[in-house]
């Protein structure tokens, strides 16, 4: 079991995460100033901002594609207190196809650089391939985000050399096809093998254990039901040896249920998925409203822990 996870503050070379804490305000350059108090029982859920450097991604494609936007949203989400700023160069919708390596690097590595130098949270990289990562860890990244749970040989041995957390998440199939017909005999314990079996690799790869989040990946290779069934379930995951991070953000499951079409209607059917994921001991949220969530989540942070 990870020892005393729910009241540990993570920290590696480059980085830190307070999970006693809270979501945090920026209260000036180099000072991360919690303020929720600190708990004493109980974890808290963190925001994780999402940052695409893209001109087609399914919610903020093309708003960020200019470094110098990008940078100044970037600063804005760590502002409004976004704990982890998330930075891809490829649409993972269902659907995309990839995109070049060099391509990505292109888009992320001027966003990252100029980025780490101005804020104080981790900065993680939304990415599959290794070539992408390392040149983003070179940049000042900190923490590999992967939707395909270090598929890419070389990427598992990468992060324990550098020390750093990673993000597992499962897909079934990939971007271009996994909307079509997925199917499961039992989606949750599936996915939460899959994930486990992961885990296990990256332990034995040399990633300790407390910088190993899993994700379900809603919407990758899942229909409605399926999405529902692992958010219903998150607590199973919960319940395993690793901290959980989980991307509803303005998904078009939400927008299944709720009726609306465009994404950014999505922001309180987003709400409702973050506070059962804070309140079931999710650890970080990945989503497009930061200053929306950080409230969601200081509320349901506050309802949860006992100080
Ligand atoms: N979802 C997206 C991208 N990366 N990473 C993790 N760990 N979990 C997720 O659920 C997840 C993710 C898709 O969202 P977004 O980045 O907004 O869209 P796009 O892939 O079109 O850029």
Redesign the pocket.
């Known amino acids: 079991m990870v020892k005393d996870r729910d009241r540990s503050v993570l920290k590696w070379p480059r980085g830190r995460l307070d999970f006693s804490a809270g979501p945090v305000r920026k209260a000036g350059r180099n000072e991360v100033k919690p303020d929720v108090q600190a708990a004493s029982n109980g974890a808290s859920c963190l925001i994780m901002g999402?940052l695409?450097v893209?001109p087609?991604?399914?919610?903020?494609?093309g708003q960020f594609f200019d470094v110098g936007r990008a940078v100044e949203h970037g600063l804005q989400m760590a502002a409004d207190g976004a704990a982890i700023i998330?930075v891809?160069g490829?649409?993972?919708?269902p659907g995309?196809a990839p995109v070049l390596l060099e391509k990505q690097i292109e888009r992320i590595i001027p966003v990252i650089e100029r980025l780490a130098k101005k804020v104080d949270v981790p900065i993680s990289v939304?990415t599959y391939n290794f070539e992408v990562a390392k040149a983003a860890l070179n940049a000042g990244a900190a923490i590999i985000?992967?939707?395909t749970a270090l598929s890419d040989p070389g990427l598992a041995e990468l992060a324990a050399k550098k020390q750093i957390p990673v993000?597992l998440?499962h897909m079934q199939g990939t971007?271009r096809t996994m909307q079509v017909e997925p199917k499961y005999a039992d989606v949750v314990s599936e996915v939460r093998q899959f994930l486990l079996s992961r885990a296990k690799r990256a332990e034995d790869a040399g990633i300790p254990q407390d910088r190993i989040f899993i994700?379900p990946?809603?919407?990758?290779g899942k229909t409605l039901e399926h999405n529902l069934l692992l958010l219903r379930n998150i607590d199973s995951f919960v319940a395993t040896d690793y901290r959980v991070?989980?991307?509803?953000?303005?998904?078009s499951f939400i927008g299944q249920i709720t009726g609306k079409e465009k994404p950014a209607d999505r922001i309180f059917g987003t709400a409702a998925t973050v506070v059962l994921c804070a309140v079931a001991g999710v650890s970080i949220v990945?989503v497009?409203d930061v200053a929306q969530m950080v409230d969601v989540v200081k509320v349901a942070n506050k309802i949860k822990i006992q100080n």
């Open positions: 999402v695409n893209t087609d991604s399914f919610s903020d494609g998330d891809g490829e649409s993972t919708r995309a939304d985000n992967d939707i993000v998440m971007p994700d990946g809603i919407g990758f991070l989980v991307g509803t953000s303005r998904k990945r497009h």
